[in-house]
């Protein structure tokens, strides 16, 4: 452990203010997603379908399948007062049983894994975007392209690694703060 490592305080509960910037990200990047691929191929009603696809897949992926499967074998859920970076370990206590803290690195097994969807829910409208740029330009579609690329960035460059995994109580157990060599293991 780095002397760095010893002075990150560990959250029980994130701050408010980065619970709501993250989900606002969140949000905002899903809507965006929606609306690009929306814009990108429209107007047709295959890409308002698309749009309505994608955007039912990143939000169940995130506040649904998140809570009901990856948030009950995670160290939050059931912790006193407890509230995680999402929030979502509270909305999990109320409609899931809890699991067990040795499966939550199950979260990254498998092709469908949480964290290759949740990953995909993230990429997915950027990769659609392009081929739209081409067939369907306006100033809006590499507005949103840039928009896009640059939550992404923020959330992976910035949040993950300064915000949300230093300060998590389930880092060192955790395969994503393990990839990035946040944990102390």
């Not at 429209?42 to 399948?65: K, N, R």
């Not at 509270?90 to 049983?97: D, E, G, H, M, T």
């Not at 939550?151 to 230093?166: E, G, S």
């Amino acid at each position: 452990m780095t002397h760095a490592d010893t002075k990150t305080k560990l959250y029980t509960r994130y701050p408010a203010s980065h619970i709501a910037l993250y989900n606002g990200v969140t949000v905002l990047h899903f809507l965006l997603g929606g609306a690009g691929i929306m814009l990108g191929y429209g107007p047709s009603w295959l890409a308002y379908l698309f749009s309505a696809l994608y955007l039912a897949f990143a939000f169940v992926e995130m506040y649904l399948v998140m809570p009901l499967k990856v948030c009950p074998n995670c160290v939050y859920y059931g912790m006193k007062d407890a509230i995680c970076i999402s929030g979502l370990n509270v909305v999990s206590a109320k409609i899931a049983r809890k699991g067990d803290v040795k499966n939550f690195s199950s979260r990254a097994r498998g092709l469908l894994c949480h964290n290759n969807m949740y990953i995909a829910s993230l990429v997915l409208p950027i990769i659609a975007i392009i081929p739209a740029l081409i067939i369907n330009f306006s100033l809006v579609m590499p507005a949103i392209f840039i928009a896009l690329s640059g939550l992404l960035i923020i959330r992976f460059f910035v949040f993950f690694t300064k915000m949300v995994c230093p300060h998590c109580r389930a880092k060192n157990i955790c395969p994503n703060a393990q990839s990035m060599g946040l944990s102390s293991q």
